[in-house]
C-alpha cells in the first residue's frame, strides 16, 4: 500500500507505504520513479517488526520518511506503535534513524524538512491521544518536541506546513465529547508554543482533516472526512478557513418567525420564515 508521494528532486517520484505478507512483519516500502513513472528502484526496510510508512518529504538530494512500528515489548507491558523516522539517500539506503517510544501509543503521520533543515514529525502520543510534534537536526539528534491536549479526549495531528515566521499549521481531529470528534487546526510558532487552535464539524459526526494547504487569501483549506454510524458511512469535506482557523467570523443563532403579537417569543400560529 502506498500512502504518500513526494515529487524527487530528479523530476521523478518517491512512494512510501508498507508490504504485508502472510506470515512475516510488515515492511516499509519505497518505491522510486522516473518522471515517466517507469520504476527505478525499491526499497524495504525491516526492523524486525510490523512497520509502515505513513508521509515522506524530500531532504537534500534524498528523502526523509515517518511512520509507526510495533512496539518491541509485548502486551501487556505495553499495547499500540512506536513513531519512526528514517532519513534515506537517494538510491534508498538508511542514512540514520530516530523513534519516539514509551510504554503506550504514539504514530508519526506527516513530515516535513523545515527552513532550517530540521525534520518536523507530526502525530500523536498516548492511549489518550495528545498531539505530538517533534523535531531533529540533519543528524537525527532529537532538538525539541510539543505535547498538546486540545479537548481532553483525543487528539490527532494528520498533516503539518510550514505556517508564517518561521512556525507549523497542523491539520487533524480533537474529540470533544464521548459522542462528536471535530476537525482541529493548529499553529505552532518557530519555538513550538501554540498559537491558538479551532475545532469545526457536525456536532454528532467524525470529523477529521487528512490533509492541509496554505490558500492565496491567506487562510487554509483542509480535506479530510465526515461520518457517522460509528464511522462506516462517511462523506468528503472539503474546509476553507481564514488565517486564524475560523470558518465563520460571527454567529447568529435562533428562531426566524413572524413576530404576530410582537411579544419577542414564539407563539403556536406564528410562522416561521421559509
Same mark, same amino acid.
Given at each position: 500500500?502506498? *500512502?504518500?508521494?513526494?515529487?524527487?528532486?530528479?523530476?521523478? &517520484?518517491?512512494?512510501?507505504?508498507? %508490504?504485508?505478507?502472510?506470515? %512475516?512483519?510488515?515492511?516499509?516500502?519505497?518505491?522510486?520513479?522516473?518522471?515517466?513513472?517507469?520504476?527505478?528502484?525499491?526499497?524495504?526496510?525491516?526492523?524486525?517488526?510490523? =512497520?509502515?510508512?505513513?508521509?515522506?518529504?524530500?531532504?537534500?538530494?534524498?528523502?526523509?520518511?515517518?511512520?509507526?512500528?510495533?512496539?518491541?515489548? #509485548?502486551? #501487556?507491558?505495553?499495547?499500540?506503535?512506536?513513531?519512526?523516522?528514517?532519513?534515506?539517500?537517494?538510491?534508498?539506503?538508511?542514512?540514520? =534513524?530516530?523513534?519516539?517510544?514509551?510504554?503506550?501509543?504514539?504514530?508519526? *503521520?506527516?513530515?516535513? %524538512?523545515?527552513?532550517?533543515?530540521?525534520?518536523?514529525?507530526?502525530?500523536?502520543?498516548?492511549?489518550?491521544?495528545?498531539?505530538?510534534?517533534?523535531? &531533529?537536526?540533519?543528524?537525527?539528534?532529537?532538538?525539541?518536541?510539543?505535547?498538546?491536549?486540545?479537548?481532553?479526549?483525543?487528539?490527532?495531528? @494528520?498533516?503539518?506546513?510550514?505556517?508564517?515566521?518561521?512556525? &507549523?499549521?497542523?491539520?487533524?481531529?480533537?474529540?470533544? @465529547?464521548?459522542?462528536?470528534?471535530?476537525?482541529?487546526?493548529?499553529?505552532?510558532?518557530?519555538?513550538?508554543?501554540?498559537?491558538?487552535? @479551532?475545532? *469545526?464539524?457536525?456536532?454528532?459526526?467524525?470529523?477529521?482533516?487528512?490533509?492541509?494547504?496554505?490558500?492565496?487569501?491567506?487562510?487554509?483549506?483542509?480535506?479530510?472526512?465526515?461520518?457517522?454510524?460509528? @464511522?462506516?458511512?462517511?462523506?468528503?469535506?472539503?474546509?476553507?478557513?481564514?488565517?486564524?482557523?475560523?470558518?465563520?467570523?460571527?454567529?447568529?443563532?435562533?428562531? %426566524?418567525?413572524?413576530?404576530?403579537?410582537?411579544?419577542?417569543?414564539?407563539?403556536?400560529? =406564528?410562522?416561521?420564515?421559509?
Amino acid at each position: 500500500r502506498v *500512502n504518500d508521494i513526494v515529487l524527487a528532486p530528479d523530476g521523478g &517520484y518517491l512512494m512510501a507505504g508498507y %508490504v504485508q505478507y502472510e506470515d %512475516v512483519d510488515d515492511d516499509i516500502l519505497l518505491i522510486k520513479t522516473d518522471a515517466e513513472g517507469e520504476q527505478e528502484w525499491v526499497q524495504f526496510i525491516d526492523s524486525g517488526r510490523d =512497520e509502515q510508512a505513513e508521509a515522506a518529504a524530500v531532504m537534500g538530494d534524498g528523502f526523509v520518511i515517518t511512520g509507526r512500528e510495533d512496539s518491541p515489548f #509485548p502486551p #501487556p507491558i505495553t499495547f499500540g506503535t512506536d513513531i519512526v523516522t528514517y532519513r534515506v539517500d537517494a538510491a534508498g539506503s538508511v542514512l540514520w =534513524e530516530a523513534r519516539v517510544a514509551t510504554l503506550e501509543e504514539e504514530a508519526g *503521520n506527516d513530515v516535513l %524538512v523545515d527552513g532550517q533543515g530540521r525534520v518536523v514529525v507530526a502525530g500523536f502520543i498516548g492511549n489518550n491521544r495528545n498531539v505530538g510534534i517533534w523535531r &531533529y537536526d540533519d543528524s537525527g539528534a532529537l532538538a525539541d518536541s510539543v505535547v498538546v491536549d486540545f479537548c481532553g479526549q483525543g487528539d490527532a495531528a @494528520n498533516a503539518i506546513i510550514p505556517g508564517p515566521e518561521g512556525g &507549523y499549521v497542523i491539520g487533524g481531529s480533537t474529540e470533544v @465529547n464521548g459522542a462528536n470528534v471535530d476537525m482541529l487546526i493548529a499553529a505552532f510558532d518557530a519555538s513550538l508554543n501554540l498559537e491558538w487552535f @479551532n475545532n *469545526n464539524g457536525d456536532d454528532f459526526n467524525t470529523d477529521e482533516a487528512l490533509g492541509i494547504a496554505p490558500t492565496s487569501r491567506g487562510g487554509y483549506v483542509m480535506v479530510g472526512s465526515s461520518g457517522s454510524l460509528l @464511522n462506516f458511512v462517511n462523506d468528503v469535506v472539503l474546509t476553507l478557513t481564514d488565517a486564524n482557523g475560523l470558518i465563520h467570523s460571527n454567529y447568529i443563532r435562533g428562531k %426566524v418567525f413572524h413576530d404576530i403579537d410582537l411579544a419577542c417569543d414564539m407563539d403556536p400560529g =406564528e410562522p416561521a420564515l421559509k
